[in-house]
């Protein structure tokens, strides 16, 4: 007789993944975004060379090599590897007044838009929380400055205060602020009507409470996006001012001015014009790039 011995197996269930914490789940979003990724990355590298131009770049920006004037870039005939990118019509590196233009440039994108998203957040605060005349008179005063051309506006605050660095950071900043304002608004009152913070207020919590640490980290997210997208129209902004002589004066290197200075030699030089160009483009690509990326990793209704 032969027997039969049956084995059973036995499904044990597989366990459950373990959640992610909040930047596992944010850089998971971020991530699935290639395009923020590249632009991330060349923001990264920007910054690196704003940080780090004493090291990375070749020449001084205002040093004047008069045996190689409009020199073009290395790789063309007639060129000279010492000037990869050549040099303009007064002898000067273009590489390394680039590398020194993404300093000042990434310098006056951080002032202006810390500058506007400070502010912003307190007058949007104010208006959309107490609401009423406050609101009114805020709100009134934004429409105007919406009404004028943000690069006229800044135009007319630099020439009352004079062409400057400094006084164009803070034009930018001036016509930067209205979007914040408008967006914090816009947020407090839609968080006016929670639920938490009726709990709040009925357990006795102050106004600056309420505005502060209750309304204000929830508002926060379209914030972000909108403080990353504010630096490339700081950064369009500065250019377009320093293109017209009314923000960094010469000999410093910026991209908007060295624009201004080679536009004479667009047609026989055209490496002066365009590698300034190319920077302003690429450095504002990025960080669209970038802010779209922010939006669809902060925004809960856009995650799959």
């Given at each position: 007789?032969?027997?039969?011995?049956?084995?059973?197996?036995?499904?044990?269930?597989?366990?459950?993944?373990?959640?992610?914490?909040?930047?596992?789940?944010?850089?998971?979003?971020?991530?699935?975004?290639?395009?923020?990724?590249?632009?991330?990355?060349?923001?990264?590298?920007?910054?690196?060379?704003?940080?780090?131009?004493?090291?990375?770049?070749?020449?001084?920006?205002?040093?004047?090599?008069?045996?190689?004037?409009?020199?073009?870039?290395?790789?063309?005939?007639?060129?000279?590897?010492?000037?990869?990118?050549?040099?303009?019509?007064?002898?000067?590196?273009?590489?390394?007044?680039?590398?020194?233009?993404?300093?000042?440039?990434?310098?006056?994108?951080?002032?202006?838009?810390?500058?506007?998203?400070v502010m912003g957040i307190l007058l949007g605060l104010i208006a959309g929380y107490f609401k009423g005349l406050i609101d009114t008179a805020i709100m009134r005063i934004v429409d105007i400055m919406l009404a004028m051309p943000s690069l006229l506006l800044a135009i007319a605050i630099v020439a009352i205060l004079g062409p400057s660095i400094v006084n164009a950071a803070l034009a930018i900043s001036i016509v930067s602020l209205p979007h914040y304002v408008r967006l914090t608004r816009a947020a407090t009152m839609a968080e006016m009507s929670r639920d938490y913070v009726t709990s709040s207020k009925v357990i006795g919590a102050g106004p600056l409470r309420l505005m502060f640490i209750c309304i204000l980290p929830n508002c926060l997210a379209p914030l972000i996006v909108q403080a990353t997208l504010g630096f490339s129209s700081a950064i369009l902004d500065m250019a377009a001012l320093g293109f017209l002589g009314l923000g960094a004066q010469p000999p410093t290197p910026e991209w908007g001015s060295m624009l201004a200075d080679a536009l004479q030699f667009v047609q026989r030089a055209w490496w002066v014009v365009t590698f300034p160009g190319l920077m302003i483009l690429i450095t504002v690509l990025a960080f669209n790039l970038m802010g779209d990326g922010l939006r669809d990793a902060l925004d809960p209704k856009l995650k799959q």
């Open positions: 007789m032969t027997t039969s011995t049956k084995t059973s197996t036995t499904n044990t269930p597989l366990a459950a993944p373990a959640p992610m914490t909040p930047m596992q789940e944010f850089w998971h979003y971020f991530s699935s975004n290639k395009g923020a990724v590249a632009g991330l990355v060349v923001i990264l590298i920007i910054c690196f060379m704003a940080v780090f131009a004493n090291l990375v770049a070749p020449h001084s920006p205002s040093d004047q090599y008069r045996d190689a004037l409009l020199l073009p870039p290395a790789w063309l005939e007639g060129g000279n590897w010492s000037f990869v990118l050549g040099t303009d019509d007064v002898g000067r590196d273009i590489l390394s007044r680039l590398i020194y233009g993404s300093r000042l440039s990434i310098a006056v994108g951080i002032v202006a838009v810390t500058a506007s998203l």
